[in-house]
């Protein structure tokens, strides 16, 4: 069998962890053979493709970002994309299936193309860690790491000139790394998508820490939102999937802190410095397992199927499930956070 393996959407630590255990095991258990998609759905579309074997994925599992490069094209857009003419680059390089890795933009086209008749399997990847079908996606444990220590590092600035912090990291819909990296580090207030909160609230907050001689801390999603504002703050227009490009909710509340509490207040958007680096050893063991265990989806024939962790055990999920909802950062997790702000 020759298997095509495409890493679409946002780069992530551990992608080449789950590269390198599908290839392992698929040539060493099963004799199959791969060829590398370039540059995600746009390599499938255009036929860019990448030699892809045992020898190439040599010491992978530590490698940051993808060998393979990654896009976010829409594979149903343009002269060649849909599924009859994706189809039709399948066939002409000889691919019998396809192994997609990718988020919920990713998993979204993938079903749409199986459900037309191609044959593939999803790995889940997003440090957002909102699919609803995985209890962790790899990739989320090295950015909670990453955020968790930028954090550390601007407290001691922060405190050395009693400055409010407020610090930005991903999250479009949910804010697990928010909540997760901010409990880490002690921050003083933690706002998420799921919990609108009002100025009034977040000033309360800061001119608690401030009056007792701290320097306030705040953590916040790149899609929180404050309960007079309709949509999460965005300025950098749409992305191929028509979804807004957030970014910059933190430039917009440290201006608006300092004014009402007379707290010398910055803004600090940690940005993709959460996708970059080395993956952690739970992302290499997490994302090489769902790797090795895309193979054994693939030899089972179970298309339109992605690979999901289910407390300590892989498991196989349609896409539909993976697709069906967004995990939220649940109400008692937020209150058990809450309990420690201001």
């Known amino acids: 069998m020759r298997i095509g393996v495409l890493t ?41 493709t990448m030699p ?3 020898h190439s994925v040599r010491g992978l599992g530590k490698q940051g970002g993808t060998v393979l490069g990654t896009s976010r094209t829409n594979p149903f857009e343009g002269p060649h994309g849909g599924p009859d003419n994706i189809q039709a ?29 191609l044959k593939i399997v999803g790995v889940p990847k997003t440090i957002d860690n909102d699919l609803d079908a995985t209890d962790y996606s790899f990739g989320f444990d090295t950015a909670v790491e990453i955020a968790t220590e930028a954090i550390d590092r601007l407290r001691t600035t922060g405190e050395s000139h009693r400055r409010c912090m407020v610090v930005e990291v991903m999250g479009r819909h949910v804010g697990w790394i928010a909540l997760h990296a901010g409990m880490a580090a002690g921050a003083h207030a933690i706002l998420i998508p799921e919990q609108p909160q ?6 309360a907050w800061a001119k608690s820490v401030g009056d007792r001689g701290r320097a306030p801390v705040l953590v916040v999603s790149e899609g929180f939102t404050l309960d007079t504002m309709e949509s999460a703050h965005s300025e950098k227009g749409l992305d191929a999937f028509n979804r807004p490009r957030l970014g910059g909710i933190a430039d917009v509340l440290a201006p608006i802190i300092e004014e009402r509490t007379g707290i010398e207040s ?20 997490l994302a090489t397992r769902l790797g090795m265990a895309a193979i054994d989806s693939v030899m089972k024939k179970e298309w339109g199927t992605m690979v999901a962790l289910r407390g300590t055990d892989i498991v196989n999920v349609p896409f539909e499930d993976a697709l069906g909802g967004l995990k939220t950062v649940p109400q008692e997790r937020y209150d058990e956070a809450a309990i420690l702000f201001g």
Request: hydrophobic share 40%; proline share 2%; net charge positive.
């Open 8 to 48: 679409s959407g946002g780069d992530c630590p551990g992608l080449n962890a789950v590269i390198r255990g599908a290839v392992l095991k698929g040539t060493r258990i099963h004799n199959q053979e791969f060829v590398g998609i370039r540059d995600g759905w746009k390599g499938l579309v255009e036929g860019l």
């Open 52 to 54: 892809l074997d045992r």
């Open 89 to 117: 680059t399948m066939d002409r390089l000889g691919l019998n299936a396809l192994i997609a890795i990718g988020g919920e933009g990713t998993l979204a086209a993938a079903k749409r193309l199986t459900d037309a008749g």
């Open 198 to 203: 009002s100025i009034d609230q977040i000033c």
């Open 266 to 285: 910055r803004a600090t958007v940690l940005g993709h410095l959460q996708r970059g680096g080395v993956p952690s050893a739970y992302d290499r063991v």
